[in-house]
Structures are given as C-alpha cells and as structure tokens.
C-alpha cells in the first residue's frame, strides 16, 4: 500500500474524531442585561453543577437546572471574566468561544461584553 494511503486515513480519522467531539460538547450560551449575566450549559445526567469565576477569587456557586438538562447561574455584571464549571467534582469547561491559560496551565473560558 502507497503511504498516502494512510496519510488520507489518518486525515479522515482525525477530522471524524473532531467532528464527533465537537457535537457531544455541552451547549453553552450567555444573556447579559446591565447588571447580570446569565450563563447557561446543558450538561445531561449530571447532579450538581458549580460554576466558579474570578468575579470573587473562585468561589463557588450552585447552578440551578431550569429545564432537562440546562443549568444556569447568574452572577455580577463584569466587562470581562475567567470561569469554569465542576460538573459532579469534576472540573470542565462548555464549549466556550473564549479561553484563556490559568496561573495552573489550565484553560478556563474567558466571558468578554460585547459593547
């Protein structure tokens, strides 16, 4: 067999993977008003959803689920701020449009306001 053979395998392979992880990724979006914003991640079989951000050094907040499967948290208005969710003490990140690198190496989402 000629190498490009498998050189086109390994491409498919490689975009079906991402293709696939890209549709199993947890539904994300965000409402602003002038004093809060609303973040909303669909996450399906979990029981606890925390979100913590640098709004107040991480401090951990209780999402509530406001219909199958969607869990939310309000927080402050802030023009911009780091954030993750710890999804059944598990630490993950929606597919946010936005990341940024931690002190730690680790990505958090980055919220930003568009003015």
């Excluded at 008003?33 to 401090?59: G, H, K, T």
């Excluded at 309000?74 to 023009?79: G, K, S």
Aim: charged share 20%.
């Amino acid at each position: 067999m000629k190498p490009c053979f498998f050189r086109k395998a390994a491409c498919t392979l490689l975009v079906s993977i991402t293709l696939l992880s890209a549709a199993c990724s947890p539904k994300h979006y965000t409402e602003a008003d002038e004093n809060s914003v609303s973040l909303y991640c669909e996450y399906s079989d979990a029981n606890e959803v925390i979100f913590a951000s640098s709004i107040d050094q991480y401090q951990y907040h209780p999402a509530k689920i406001v219909k199958d499967n969607l869990w939310e948290v309000t927080v402050p208005m802030e023009n911009e701020f780091n954030y993750f969710y710890i999804v059944d003490g598990v630490v993950t990140l929606p597919d946010c449009k936005l990341t940024v690198l931690d002190d730690f190496g680790s990505k958090n989402c980055l919220y930003a306001y568009d003015m």
